[in-house]
């Protein structure tokens, strides 16, 4: 025991102790539009993650510092957040697809020590960044472009990584609140190499396993689910700058293993290219973020011959379940991939389902998901009360998810209490949409809902009441949303009517308007 607190828990540490050997082995291979693609060895690697630390390190910042990014997908915004690690401080993640105001909330709350953004935003990044008291604002382009690689470009590619314990902060990644305004949810060393160790052993990965990575880096499932497994495992990774399917169906004879959210698989079922003797080599398709439809699951079934392996996480937990990769012997040897359930709870995760009075509900009764295990974050960022009010008094964390276990033990999710849509595996929060539709001249009150979408799943739909006398057209709405919000969160429809449906108690009844606008965007 003494010797494990003794020993380097910093994450980075156990990734790169995963290291090949032979260093000289690809570690990525980058694919380009135009010509080959780059080859980056594991000696690549580990030297250019060295000298991003030295770097972060020559800055003397303070102990715990938020490194925040906003930058292009590329292989160097990966060795970014390695880098982040390995110098033992806080990496921040965001979007690319966020404006001003929305930067301007992340790096007003996170107080970052450094920003790192994409050069054609550097005036108005740096701008806020320096009005929030930061001190060093880098570049960095998908073309390797900036002054973050000229400076490292100076700095030694030897670094001891930085001595972290369990609980030390390793990220910090925002999620949407469903009353006001993100929340910074904590992760530490512990958390993200608990979990990735948990994921490598469920999922098989071996020797000679290869990654197709085409998903953004900026959220959980790209940059920590997909990485860390392929690290972990020292496994080649095939790096889409963005996702395309075409491309994907392409290198699927060269891989093993795909990780994406449900719309990768509708939009890589529409690709001709996607056929048994393409996926011939792979052994593992693994879908989540999003609820996956059956019809895509039989689908993909029946087109490649593989069953997709759907699980289930959160920002603030990682990955809690997964439909077994092999025979789970915790569940009685089943090894069956379940349609439209998430699987068993993943070695190490505790869950449980409670009804409204607080007891533990039967097997097969809908009620709240509640978990807890040492990939449970640490907290909300200097919001205590939040922290608080999401825990039980026996130290579950309240997910907000609503489902059941059935009597073989598979997890399904049924509906969420969070007033939340999920579109294309992003979440948008109804309230924030809302907040900025209620300040818009003409509007007395809306409504966001999310209704089905044969591509993103569910999009969002913006049901507006105009002030007496107003006269508000629904383009215009959408066109003074996009100036300020993410392209992702903006409404695909938006309807004007005379008034929101209300019960006795004057509660918007969102559930009608879910149905009465269903087909809006089918
Ligand atoms: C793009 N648009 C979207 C979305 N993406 N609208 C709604 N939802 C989206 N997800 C907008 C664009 O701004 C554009 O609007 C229009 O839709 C068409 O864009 P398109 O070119 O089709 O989009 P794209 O650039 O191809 O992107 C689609 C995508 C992308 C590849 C599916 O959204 C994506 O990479 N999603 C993955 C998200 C992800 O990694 N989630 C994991 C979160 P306009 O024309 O008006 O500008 S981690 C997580 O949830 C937990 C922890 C977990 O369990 O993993
Ligand atoms: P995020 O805030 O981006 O971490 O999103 C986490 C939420 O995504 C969860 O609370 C679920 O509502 C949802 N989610 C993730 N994976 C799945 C899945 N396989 N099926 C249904 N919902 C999922």
Known sequence: MAQKNMSNQNLFAALRAAFPSDLDAIAVETVEADGPGLRYSWRDLDRATAMMANLLASLALPEGSRIAVQVEKSVEAM?????????????????????????????????????????????????????????????????????????AAHCSDQHAPAVKKT?????????????????????????????ARVLHDYWGFRKGDVLIHALPIFHVHGLFVAIHAALLNGSRMIWLSRFDPATVASRLPEATVFMGVPTLY???????????????????????????????????KARTGHTILERYGMSETVMLTSNPYQADKRYGGQSERRGGTVGFPLPGVSLRVRGDDGRDLPVGEVGAIQVKGPNVFSGYWRMPEKTAEEFTADGYFKTGDVGRVDERGYVTIVGR??????????????????GYLN???????????????????????????ARPGARVSPEALIASLKAKLANFKIPKRCVVVAELPRNTMGKVQKNLLREQYRDIAA
């Open 167 to 195: 609980d030390d902060l390793a990220a910090i990644l925002y999620t949407s609140g469903t009353t006001g305004r993100s929340k910074g949810a904590m992760l530490t060393h512990g958390n993200m190499l608990s979990n």
């Open 417 to 434: 209490s969070k007033d939340l849509i999920i579109s294309g595996g992003y979440n948008v929060y109804p309230a924030e949409i809302e």
């Open 79 to 151: 060795v970014l957040y390695l880098a982040s690690l390995r110098a033992g401080y806080v990496f921040l993640p965001l979007n690319t697809a966020y404006m001003s105001a929305e930067i301007e909330y992340f790096i007003g709350n996170a107080e970052p020590a450094v920003v790192v953004c994409s050069p054609k935003n550097f005036g108005w990044v740096s701008k806020i960044a320096f009005s929030a008291g930061t001190q060093h604002v880098f570049t960095l382009g998908d073309d390797r472009s900036g002054s973050l690689l000229e400076r």
């Open 439 to 465: 300040e818009l001249p003409g509007v007395a009150e809306s409504a966001v809902v999310g209704v089905p979408h044969a591509d993103f799943g569910e999009v969002g739909v913006a049901v507006v009441v």
């Open 266 to 300: 509708v939009r890589m079922l529409g690709e001709p290219g996607l056929t048994k003797a393409a996926s011939r080599n792979m052994r593992l398709f693994i879908s989540g973020s999003a609820p996956l439809l059956i019809e895509t699951f039989n689908d993909w």
